[in-house]
Protein backbone atom coordinates (compact mmCIF):
# COMPACT_ATOMS: atom_id res chain seq x y z
CA UNK A 1 0.00 0.00 0.00
CA UNK A 2 1.63 3.03 -1.12
CA UNK A 3 0.55 5.95 1.46
CA UNK A 4 2.04 8.68 -0.80
CA UNK A 5 1.39 9.01 -4.34
CA UNK A 6 3.50 11.14 -7.00
CA UNK A 7 2.94 11.56 -10.69
CA UNK A 8 4.83 12.62 -13.27
CA UNK A 9 7.38 10.14 -12.89
CA UNK A 10 9.29 11.90 -15.18
CA UNK A 11 9.47 15.59 -16.52
CA UNK A 12 10.84 17.52 -19.02
CA UNK A 13 10.74 21.61 -18.78
CA UNK A 14 12.61 23.94 -21.06
CA UNK A 15 14.27 26.65 -19.07
CA UNK A 16 12.05 29.25 -17.23
CA UNK A 17 8.72 27.18 -17.75
CA UNK A 18 7.49 26.17 -14.53
CA UNK A 19 7.60 22.32 -12.70
CA UNK A 20 4.82 21.33 -11.40
CA UNK A 21 4.81 17.87 -9.34
CA UNK A 22 2.22 16.41 -7.44
CA UNK A 23 1.78 14.22 -4.64
CA UNK A 24 -1.49 12.79 -3.19
CA UNK A 25 -1.74 11.38 0.52
CA UNK A 26 -4.26 8.87 2.00
CA UNK A 27 -3.28 9.02 5.98
CA UNK A 28 -5.34 11.98 7.20
CA UNK A 29 -2.92 11.73 10.72
CA UNK A 30 0.18 13.00 8.41
CA UNK A 31 0.69 16.92 9.61
CA UNK A 32 3.71 17.27 8.03
CA UNK A 33 4.74 17.46 4.24
CA UNK A 34 8.31 18.38 3.14
CA UNK A 35 9.32 18.24 -0.46
CA UNK A 36 13.23 16.78 -0.99
CA UNK A 37 15.96 17.23 -3.68
CA UNK A 38 18.18 14.91 -5.10
CA UNK A 39 20.98 15.23 -7.39
CA UNK A 40 23.04 12.25 -8.60
CA UNK A 41 25.27 10.76 -6.16
CA UNK A 42 23.93 12.71 -3.34
CA UNK A 43 21.31 12.15 -0.54
CA UNK A 44 18.03 13.70 -0.77
CA UNK A 45 18.38 17.28 0.37
CA UNK A 46 15.18 19.18 2.10
CA UNK A 47 13.88 21.56 0.04
CA UNK A 48 10.95 23.39 1.53
CA UNK A 49 8.10 21.87 3.47
CA UNK A 50 4.17 22.44 4.75
CA UNK A 51 2.19 21.50 7.63
CA UNK A 52 -1.84 21.69 7.08
CA UNK A 53 -2.59 24.57 8.55
CA UNK A 54 -1.70 27.19 5.47
CA UNK A 55 -2.66 26.54 1.99
CA UNK A 56 0.54 27.95 0.96
CA UNK A 57 4.28 28.45 1.07
CA UNK A 58 6.79 29.76 -1.03
CA UNK A 59 10.61 30.44 -1.09
CA UNK A 60 11.88 31.97 -3.88
CA UNK A 61 11.30 29.83 -6.78
CA UNK A 62 9.54 27.34 -4.94
CA UNK A 63 5.74 27.07 -3.67
CA UNK A 64 4.31 24.26 -1.94
CA UNK A 65 0.46 23.91 -2.52
CA UNK A 66 -1.67 22.51 -0.27
CA UNK A 67 -4.78 20.92 -0.40
CA UNK A 68 -6.16 19.50 2.77
CA UNK A 69 -9.89 18.21 1.64
CA UNK A 70 -8.51 16.70 -0.96
CA UNK A 71 -5.20 15.31 0.56
CA UNK A 72 -3.45 16.55 -2.52
CA UNK A 73 -0.10 19.09 -2.43
CA UNK A 74 2.38 20.35 -5.30
CA UNK A 75 5.27 21.65 -5.84
CA UNK A 76 5.93 24.48 -8.44
CA UNK A 77 8.93 25.97 -9.56
CA UNK A 78 9.22 29.54 -11.16
CA UNK A 79 11.71 30.31 -13.52
CA UNK A 80 12.96 26.32 -13.72
CA UNK A 81 16.94 26.28 -14.09
CA UNK A 82 19.32 23.84 -15.97
CA UNK A 83 20.60 23.43 -12.01
CA UNK A 84 17.26 22.50 -10.56
CA UNK A 85 17.18 19.11 -12.73
CA UNK A 86 17.58 16.55 -10.12
CA UNK A 87 15.12 14.18 -8.70
CA UNK A 88 12.24 15.54 -6.42
CA UNK A 89 10.90 13.58 -3.31
CA UNK A 90 7.38 14.48 -1.62
CA UNK A 91 7.07 12.66 1.66
CA UNK A 92 4.89 12.66 4.63
CA UNK A 93 5.07 12.10 8.27
CA UNK A 94 2.63 11.88 11.48
CA UNK A 95 3.02 13.48 14.95
CA UNK A 96 4.66 11.10 17.30
CA UNK A 97 6.77 9.12 14.16
CA UNK A 98 10.24 9.44 12.54
CA UNK A 99 8.89 7.58 9.80
CA UNK A 100 8.97 10.00 6.99
CA UNK A 101 7.02 8.19 4.43
CA UNK A 102 8.37 9.19 0.71
CA UNK A 103 6.57 9.19 -2.70
CA UNK A 104 8.37 7.44 -5.67
CA UNK A 105 9.95 10.67 -6.93
CA UNK A 106 9.91 12.84 -9.96
CA UNK A 107 12.98 13.25 -12.13
CA UNK A 108 12.94 16.51 -13.42
CA UNK A 109 15.01 17.89 -16.66
CA UNK A 110 15.16 21.34 -17.35
CA UNK A 111 16.48 21.81 -20.45
CA UNK A 112 18.66 24.99 -21.66
CA UNK B 1 32.04 19.68 7.93
CA UNK B 2 30.13 17.25 6.86
CA UNK B 3 27.10 16.87 8.96
CA UNK B 4 26.47 13.17 8.31
CA UNK B 5 28.90 11.36 7.11
CA UNK B 6 29.12 7.51 5.78
CA UNK B 7 31.53 5.51 5.17
CA UNK B 8 31.85 3.56 2.51
CA UNK B 9 30.99 5.76 -0.20
CA UNK B 10 31.21 2.17 -2.41
CA UNK B 11 30.93 -1.48 -1.88
CA UNK B 12 31.65 -3.95 -3.85
CA UNK B 13 31.26 -7.76 -2.68
CA UNK B 14 30.46 -11.30 -3.46
CA UNK B 15 27.31 -13.00 -2.45
CA UNK B 16 27.64 -14.42 0.93
CA UNK B 17 30.07 -11.75 2.68
CA UNK B 18 29.45 -10.08 5.52
CA UNK B 19 29.81 -6.12 5.54
CA UNK B 20 28.98 -3.08 7.31
CA UNK B 21 28.20 0.69 6.92
CA UNK B 22 29.15 3.56 9.11
CA UNK B 23 27.62 6.66 9.94
CA UNK B 24 28.59 9.48 11.89
CA UNK B 25 26.19 12.82 12.51
CA UNK B 26 27.67 16.01 14.03
CA UNK B 27 24.29 17.76 14.40
CA UNK B 28 23.61 16.55 17.87
CA UNK B 29 20.65 15.08 16.61
CA UNK B 30 18.45 12.53 18.93
CA UNK B 31 17.15 10.61 16.19
CA UNK B 32 18.58 8.30 13.34
CA UNK B 33 18.05 6.79 10.61
CA UNK B 34 18.81 3.92 7.78
CA UNK B 35 16.97 4.11 4.41
CA UNK B 36 17.47 1.95 1.39
CA UNK B 37 16.71 3.41 -1.99
CA UNK B 38 16.28 0.72 -4.39
CA UNK B 39 17.48 0.66 -8.39
CA UNK B 40 13.80 2.71 -8.86
CA UNK B 41 15.18 5.29 -6.82
CA UNK B 42 11.98 4.15 -4.07
CA UNK B 43 13.21 5.20 -0.60
CA UNK B 44 12.33 3.54 2.48
CA UNK B 45 12.95 3.21 6.18
CA UNK B 46 14.70 0.44 7.33
CA UNK B 47 15.25 1.17 10.95
CA UNK B 48 15.48 4.45 13.19
CA UNK B 49 16.75 5.35 16.76
CA UNK B 50 16.17 7.72 19.21
CA UNK B 51 19.28 8.25 21.88
CA UNK B 52 20.62 4.52 20.85
CA UNK B 53 17.32 3.15 21.28
CA UNK B 54 15.61 0.94 18.19
CA UNK B 55 12.43 2.79 17.74
CA UNK B 56 11.66 1.76 13.95
CA UNK B 57 12.26 -1.56 12.73
CA UNK B 58 10.15 -2.02 9.37
CA UNK B 59 10.22 -5.44 7.57
CA UNK B 60 13.95 -6.17 7.03
CA UNK B 61 15.58 -9.39 6.75
CA UNK B 62 17.13 -10.38 10.20
CA UNK B 63 20.71 -10.20 8.31
CA UNK B 64 20.37 -6.46 8.25
CA UNK B 65 21.49 -5.38 12.18
CA UNK B 66 21.80 -1.92 13.02
CA UNK B 67 24.15 -1.12 16.23
CA UNK B 68 24.23 2.81 18.05
CA UNK B 69 27.44 2.64 20.33
CA UNK B 70 26.13 6.59 20.76
CA UNK B 71 23.39 9.16 19.76
CA UNK B 72 25.83 9.98 16.95
CA UNK B 73 26.85 6.57 15.62
CA UNK B 74 24.49 4.17 13.91
CA UNK B 75 26.21 1.11 11.61
CA UNK B 76 24.21 -1.22 9.83
CA UNK B 77 25.86 -4.79 9.62
CA UNK B 78 24.47 -6.75 6.87
CA UNK B 79 25.38 -10.33 7.33
CA UNK B 80 25.09 -13.14 3.79
CA UNK B 81 24.84 -10.48 1.29
CA UNK B 82 22.48 -11.51 -1.39
CA UNK B 83 22.03 -9.99 -5.26
CA UNK B 84 18.45 -8.25 -4.06
CA UNK B 85 20.68 -6.20 -1.17
CA UNK B 86 22.37 -4.17 -3.66
CA UNK B 87 21.02 -0.64 -3.42
CA UNK B 88 22.10 2.73 -2.49
CA UNK B 89 21.70 3.02 1.40
CA UNK B 90 21.55 6.09 3.13
CA UNK B 91 22.03 7.15 6.54
CA UNK B 92 20.04 10.13 8.07
CA UNK B 93 19.34 11.80 11.27
CA UNK B 94 16.61 14.72 12.52
CA UNK B 95 16.51 16.42 15.92
CA UNK B 96 12.75 15.66 17.04
CA UNK B 97 11.03 12.50 15.94
CA UNK B 98 8.00 12.99 13.63
CA UNK B 99 10.09 13.43 10.44
CA UNK B 100 10.57 16.95 10.54
CA UNK B 101 14.17 18.25 9.02
CA UNK B 102 15.83 15.00 8.58
CA UNK B 103 19.54 15.20 7.00
CA UNK B 104 20.71 12.91 4.80
CA UNK B 105 24.31 11.49 4.46
CA UNK B 106 25.12 10.83 0.85
CA UNK B 107 24.81 7.29 0.76
CA UNK B 108 26.47 3.60 0.79
CA UNK B 109 26.34 2.22 -3.03
CA UNK B 110 26.20 -1.38 -1.98
CA UNK B 111 26.68 -3.60 -4.97
CA UNK B 112 26.66 -7.65 -3.98
CA UNK B 113 28.40 -9.98 -7.26
Known amino acids: QQQVKQSPQSLIVQKGGISIINCAYE??????FPWYQQFPGKGPALLIA?????SEKKEGRFTISFNKSAKQFSLHIMDSQPGDSATYFC???????????FGKGTKLTVNP | DTAVSQTPKYLVTQMGNDKSIKCEQN?????MYWYKQDSKKFLKIMFS???????INETVPNRFSPKSPDKAHLNLHINSLELGDSAVYFC????????????FGSGTRLTVV
Open chain 1, 91 to 101: AASRVGSEKLV
Open chain 2, 92 to 103: ASSQDRGGYGYT
Open chain 1, 27 to 32: NTAFDY
Open chain 2, 27 to 31: LGHDT
Open chain 1, 50 to 54: IRPDV
Open chain 2, 49 to 55: YNNKELI
